[in-house]
């Protein structure tokens, strides 16, 4: 069986990626099927603090990227987690989590203060991530926004805003 490999991605990859983040949110009706164009965009906008894929044999798995966020109160150092994608036919084997892993191993190595994610609170969970009174996102189910200190001794309070490539 092949094994697993996480890396950054390579400009190689990029094809690849489009097409995974294409076929992972394809059916997903909390999805505008956008992830794949955001990830371009970041790229495109040097936005991504971070791409890393997953790699099994030939085929590139699973991505996760991040990018730089503000806060309203005026914190700096955070950053957004996602999108994020594993290949459907290979869900649940455990991709997913060890790509949040990398990712969160890499903003700690990084002295990021924090991170947020938008998505399946069952999911983020396990990762330390949950809502957070004090810290919003406007126009975003309050539950499906999640956020994590890392280097800040708190989460801060106040309002998120993503990078445009998000809102499009
Ligand atoms: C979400 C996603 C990245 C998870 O990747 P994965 O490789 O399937 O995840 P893992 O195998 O590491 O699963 C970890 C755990 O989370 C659970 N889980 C996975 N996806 C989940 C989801 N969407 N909602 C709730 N729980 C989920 C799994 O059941 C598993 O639990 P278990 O360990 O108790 O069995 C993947 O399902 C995916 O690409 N989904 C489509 C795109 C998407 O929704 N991206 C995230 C936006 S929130």
Redesign the pocket.
Known sequence: MDTLTIRREAEADIPAIRDLTSR??VD?P??DQR?AEIVETLRDTDSLTFSFIAVKGPAVV?H?AASPVSISDGTGNWFGI???????A???????????QRALDELEAMGAGGAV????P???R?FGLATRPGLTYPGFDPQ?FLAVALADPDVPAGEVTYHPAFTG
């Open positions: 992972a949110f997903k909390y999805s992830e699973g996760i996602g999108p994020i994608s594993v290949d459907p290979t869900q649940g084997e455990g991709i997913g989590s060890q790509l949040m994610a938008l998505g399946d069952t999911f983020y396990r499906y």
